[in-house]
Each structure stands twice: as structure tokens, then as C-alpha cells.
């Protein structure tokens, strides 16, 4: 079954080709194929983990090429714990979109080149392909951002073109130094070449540095984080809740496997700045991104600063280049992606209930859709880091990693992220639960008699108003029916807040699957 590795790439792509083809004939072509597709992914995603979990790491040279020459495909404990990510999340998306939409059959074929993309990027062992897997990605990214219906949305997804453009050029550039400098573009093959090269050496200094920037912009990292916040408040709530599960989450694992597939801890050994610089930036991104978020009155923009500051800490994590410390990083990356789509399909299915998206607009929601309210609240706990919950096992390896190296700073910085994450779910949490929902404007109108008593009288005639009568019924009936939380939204919504509490339950096994990978490192 090495094949499947291919097909977790392939499988998407085809499928994507489908929507587009028969969506001329059938109207729901795009939905009933991207489920079968995810279906099929997900299949896929488990017989890769399967493999590794009972065989170790494995890697398929596609069309049998040998590397360094071929394409190198690599599964191991990490790449396949996030493929099976990828197909959940995938899954999960498919199905709250179809009551939430978009419906378009595009949509659906953006979407599967998209999970092409990441998967991609989660199983590469090649920089160039690399690139090319984060191209698909952001190309598709930048699609399905603009596909929401208010032109604000069009003009995120110009910002994110634009900014994603400049970072993946930046990286391209970082991948030619790279080749100039030793002939290849095979990670495990550059591992090897780059000490013979020098890692002093200025076209392995500069290949570095437009690798890390170029992904950095990826992963919003502070002050390459400007293309976010508008990506997740203006997409329709099922883009938001994928794309912030997964695709800032593939650059920053894109940025592990350059810093420690490709450049190894030996580099950190001979080049320390390096890596002191990218502790630095990572640190103030966490800060900037915890202190933006608790200014923030819209949800969905609350939580895109967030992701600012959890892959801040994500990426310390990775830089501070201890095992602890980089165990804590993986975790985060992991539990994040659960925590941070739940949460986005919580807002969009809070706010159909609340009949709007900012913290003072959920007030007394929880009266109104309480299981979704709990989960909405479990998971932004997790977030902020109460044990049991996955949030907890990543922050608390990150901060144990941190102290080990000796890098005081960053354990500070992750101590007041964590109480700037409590402030800015505290106000939500007790909007929703010790607040009252504001009297609906039609009852305070209500109230207001008129006082010529001409209502009354159009009443007593059974005339006109009889017809407006039924007509504000069956108004009412509707928005009942959209003022209603889905089945697919709540059982996401609870799903993620189950797994967040689950996978922190279980954070030691989820550990052992990626000692193995570690262990080659360190």
C-alpha cells in the first residue's frame, strides 16, 4: 500500500476535474462528489497511518524513479498523524456545507485541490515540490476566499493573492540557492550536501533565510500576518473553518521539515542567530497576535488573531530545536487544527441563532442552542489550555522545552498568551452564559399602541390585515428555520470539542507516534 501515499495527491485532483465536467447536467454534482471523494481520502489517509504505525516510516519514488533524481513522497509518524487530519477535517467540511454552503459546484472543485495541495505539502520529500504543493494550495486558497458573497471577500482574497504571491517567490528563490549550492532538491539528499557545502556559506545563509521568510508569510507569522484576518472574516464559515485548520498549519509544518529534514540541528550548532531570529520573531508574533485578539469585537477576526498567536507559539516551539520543545510544537499544531475549526463553524452556527457575529451579539445564546453552546465553550478552554485538553499538553511541552534551552523568554511570553487567550474567550463565555439576549426588535415595536386605534379596526375588519398576518407567519417560520443551529454544525462543533479533550487524554500516545520521527534529530 506505499501507492496510497501517491493517491492522497492524485485521488483529490481527479475528483476535482468532475464538478466542472458533469456540473452542467447535475446542479449538486460538486457536493455529492467532494463526499465521495473525502470519503476516499480518508481511506487513503488511514492505510498510509496503518502502514506507519505498524512498519515505521516508508517512501514511494513516484513513476519508480530513484531519488535524488525522482520524486520522493515520505510518510512517517508526523505526515501520516496529518493526512488523517486532513481527511478529517475534509469530511467534516463537506458535510457542513451542504446546509451552509457555498453550493456551487466550483466550490467543491476548489476545495479538493486544495486538500490536494495539503496533502501534498504533508507528504513531499522534495523542496521544489515543495513549492509546487504550496502554490496549488494557495492558489486554491485564494479561490475560495473569494467566494463569499460580499465584495469585502474579493478584496481579502486580492490581499492574500498578493501577499502569498511575494511569500512563495520568496521561497522559490530560497530553493534555487539551495540548488545552486549543492546540485540536488531532495530533502534527505540537501541534508547530507549542505555540511559539505558550509553552512556558513552565503548561498546556504540566504537559501535559509528566503525559505523561513517565504513560509513565515504562510503562517502569518507577525508582521507577515496581514492577509489573515481578512482571509477568515470575509469567507463563507465552512472556507474559514478549513482554511484555518489547515493551511497555515501545512506551511508551519513545511517550515519543520526545512529547518530540521533539510538543515538539521547541526545547522542551528554552527549558525545559532538563525534560529535566534526566528525564536524572536515567532515570540512577538504570539504577543501581537494575543493582544489583537482581545481587542477584537467580530469573532471570526478575534479568532484569525489568535491563529497569529498560536502559530507564533507553534513555531518557537520549532526554533528553540530541543526534542521537548519541538514535541510541544507538533502537539500545538495537532490539537490547533481540531480547536480552531470547531470554533469557526461554532461562531457561524452561533451566529445563525443570535443573528450576529460579534461578542456582544451572542449574549444569552446559550439559552437558545446549549449543547453548541458548551462545546463552543469546551473548545475555546482547550484553547486557552486547561488540562485535559490538548491545549494544554502542546503549551506545557513548548514551556518545558523552552526552559530546558534556556529560553526564559518565550516560557514568559507563552505563560501571557495563555492569560490573553482566558481574557478573550472569558468576555465570549459570559456573554453567552450570564447575559440576557436583547428583547427582538418586533416586540419593542409591538409595545408602541398606535393611538388613533387604526390596527385595532383593520383587525376587527378581517381585511388586510388578516393577509399580513399570515404573511409575518410564515416570515416567522422562516426565520425560525434559519435561526436554528444544523445537525451537521452541532455535531462538528461537539466532535471537535470530544477530540480536543480525547487527543489530551491520549496526548502520550499521540507523543510516542512522533518520537520515532524526533529521534532521527535529536
Known sequence: ?????????????????????????????????????????????????????????????????????????????????????????????????????????????????????????????????????????????????????????????????????????????????????????????????????????????????????????????????????????????????????????????????????????????AVPFALDALVVLASVSVVVGSVLAVLQSDLKRMLAYSSVAQFGLVIAGFAIANSTAVTGGLVHLVGHAVMKAGLFVGVGALASVAGGRTVDDLAGVADRAPLTSAAFAVLAFALVGVPPAIGFAGKWHIVLGAVEGGRWGVALVAVVSTLLTLAYFARVVERMYFRDAPAPAEEVAGDAASPDGGDDTLAADGGETSESAADETVDAEAEAAAGSVSPAARAIVVGAAVAAVVLGLFAVELIDVFEPVLEVYF
Open 1 to 269: 500500500m506505499t501507492d496510497a501515499v501517491a493517491l492522497l495527491v492524485a485521488v483529490p485532483i481527479l475528483f476535482a476535474l468532475l464538478p466542472v465536467t458533469v456540473g452542467g447536467v447535475w446542479d449538486r454534482a460538486g457536493w455529492a462528489t467532494a463526499a465521495v471523494a473525502a470519503l476516499v481520502h480518508l481511506g487513503l489517509s488511514l492505510s498510509v497511518a496503518a502502514k506507519v504505525f505498524s512498519s515505521g516510516s516508508f517512501t514511494y519514488a513516484v513513476g519508480n524513479y530513484t531519488p535524488p533524481f525522482g520524486i520522493e513522497l515520505v510518510a512517517d509518524g508526523v505526515s501520516a498523524t496529518l493526512v488523517v487530519l486532513t481527511s478529517v477535517v475534509t469530511v467534516a467540511v463537506v458535510a457542513y456545507a451542504r446546509t451552509a454552503g457555498p453550493h456551487s459546484n466550483s466550490f467543491y472543485s476548489e476545495l479538493l485541490l486544495l486538500t490536494a495541495g495539503i496533502s501534498g505539502v504533508f507528504v513531499t520529500g522534495d523542496v521544489f515540490n515543495l513549492y509546487v504543493f504550496i502554490e496549488i494550495t494557495g492558489l486554491a486558497t485564494y479561490a475560495l476566499v473569494a467566494t463569499g458573497d460580499d465584495p469585502a471577500a474579493a478584496l481579502a482574497s486580492l490581499k492574500y493573492l498578493l501577499v502569498g504571491t511575494i511569500g512563495a517567490s520568496l521561497y522559490l528563490l530560497g530553493v534555487g540557492y539551495l540548488y545552486i549550492a549543492t546540485g540536488t532538491l531532495n530533502m534527505a539528499d540537501l541534508s547530507t550536501l549542505l555540511p559539505e557545502v558550509g553552512y556558513g556559506s552565503p548561498l546556504v545563509l540566504t537559501g535559509f533565510a528566503l525559505l523561513v521568510v517565504g513560509l513565515a508569510v504562510k503562517a502569518a507569522l507577525f508582521p507577515l500576518h496581514t492577509w489573515q484576518p481578512g482571509a477568515y472574516a470575509e469567507s463563507p464559515d465552512s472556507v474559514t473553518a478549513y482554511i484555518s485548520a489547515l493551511v497555515s498549519t501545512a506551511a508551519a509544518y513545511a517550515l519543520f521539515r526545512i529547518v530540521y529534514a533539510v538543515f538539521t540541528p547541526a545547522f542551528d550548532a
